[in-house]
């Protein structure tokens, strides 16, 4: 893959000048290994990966890591994330007294999806880590296996099985069809559609980003100019309006996450 299919335009590419809009593509997301260490490739979006979690575990660490009673700038602000997704979410969700435990993982995959997002907008970055399917396939997938062994930990193998399927006999002559579906709901449709929310939003963010930062680029020749600036402001617009999107996903991504627990401490499916 060339330099210019990774940034997904041509510079010398221009209206007026012969050649087509270069409209970004899948090859927007894809990117050349950067360096390679014990055979294992490292690419741009692993490296942001990595990245963001030193800065979120760098930030709490350095929020907590010395807390006083009267806190300083960055306890507060720790303080107030910690108690946000803690409050707002977790309590909401599942309860004080069932969901205390659970608030350091759901508050680091708050702030580990939300710093994946961020990194869009971020000079430099400019690519949201989680509008590559691999990463939310993964969180995904330690939520996955949260609610599975805490589903069969609460109820025993087959209480199990019933909280899963939506075994209950009073459906009467429907329940074979509910069991069914629950099933398949569960166990296939719930993960999917949980990585594939957080992955489709920021990767169409991403895609109109790029698509009018480009038009903005490309019609920057002659009469064009005045176009230029419209789609200008359109990548303004849209840089707004998806740092919106980036707390919202992540907020619902943590919140799903939330539910499912519940679902799996729940007495009644």
């Known amino acids: 893959m060339s330099a210019d299919q990774t ?3 041509d510079p010398d590419c221009h209206i007026f000048t012969g050649c087509g809009f270069p409209a ?3 090859h927007t997301f894809m990117y050349e290994p950067i360096f390679s260490a014990g055979g294992f490739d490292f690419t741009k979006p692993m490296l942001l990966a ?10 709490f660490w350095a929020a907590f890591n010395k807390p006083k009673l009267i806190p300083g700038k960055m306890q507060m602000v720790g303080e107030a994330g910690y108690d946000f997704v803690r409050r707002g979410i977790v309590y909401e969700i599942i309860g004080k007294k069932d969901g205390e435990k659970y608030v350091p993982l759901m508050v680091s995959l708050f702030f580990f999806v939300w710093i994946m997002n961020l990194w869009s907008i971020i000079p430099l970055a400019q690519f949201p880590v989680t509008s590559l399917i691999a990463f939310p396939a993964a969180l995904a997938l330690i939520v996955y296996v949260l609610w599975i062994s805490l589903t069969f930990k609460k109820h025993g193998f087959v ?12 459906l009467g002559p429907i329940l074979p069809l509910v069991v069914v579906l629950e099933f398949f709901s569960n166990l296939l449709i719930r993960p999917f559609t ?9 990767f169409a963010g991403h895609l109109l980003i790029v698509m009018f930062s ?10 064009g100019f005045v176009y230029a600036g419209a789609s ?7 840089t707004a309006f998806e740092l919106f999107i980036q707390a919202v996903q992540a907020y619902v ?7 499912y627990v519940q679902g799996a401490l729940s007495e009644h499916h």
């Open 50 to 59: 990595i990245l963001g979690s030193i800065v979120v575990v760098g930030f």
């Open 159 to 170: 209480g199990g099985w019933k909280n899963i399927t939506g075994y209950d006999k009073s």
């Open 194 to 202: 949980h990585a594939v929310r957080l992955f489709a939003n920021m």
């Open 7 to 9: 940034l997904a335009f």
């Open 232 to 238: 200008f402001v359109m990548v303004i617009i849209m």
């Open 214 to 223: 480009l038009a903005t680029w490309y019609l920057m020749n002659g009469l």
């Open 24 to 26: 970004p593509g899948l």
């Open 253 to 259: 991504f943590v919140l799903l996450a939330c539910s």
